[in-house]
């Protein structure tokens, strides 16, 4: 039952992506998925589609810093480590 209510979930952001690809939420959820499935190609597609529309809160980025580091991309993990750490400037802390 779970299993079907991931995919119709899954089904249902490739859809919102189909209608408009600058749904960075979706990007996000699937980026999520992807990277929980270990399918870090995907994950990492995801959360740079979200990151082109700006929205890219720093939790992702570290997420994106941890994935490039999966993928052997050290130097794309640093980079988003960086930004990361830039971006939480602005945010209070918890």
């Not at 209510?5 to 089904?11: E, F, G």
């Not at 939420?25 to 270990?38: E, K, V």
């Not at 720093?58 to 941890?66: H, T, V």
Request: aromatic fraction near 10%; charged fraction near 25%; glycine fraction near 8%.
């Amino acid at each position: 039952e779970q299993e079907g209510s991931i995919a119709d979930a899954m089904a249902a952001y490739q859809r919102a992506l189909e209608l408009n690809d600058q749904q960075f939420i979706a990007h996000i959820y699937l980026g999520d998925w992807f990277a929980r499935a270990s399918d870090y190609a995907g994950a990492r597609s995801h959360y740079e589609q979200a990151a082109k529309t700006g929205c890219l809160l720093p939790a992702e980025m570290r997420r994106l810093a941890e994935i490039c580091l999966q993928t052997g991309d050290a130097v794309s993990a640093g980079e988003w480590a960086r930004r990361a750490a830039e971006a939480e400037q602005g945010f209070p802390e918890r």
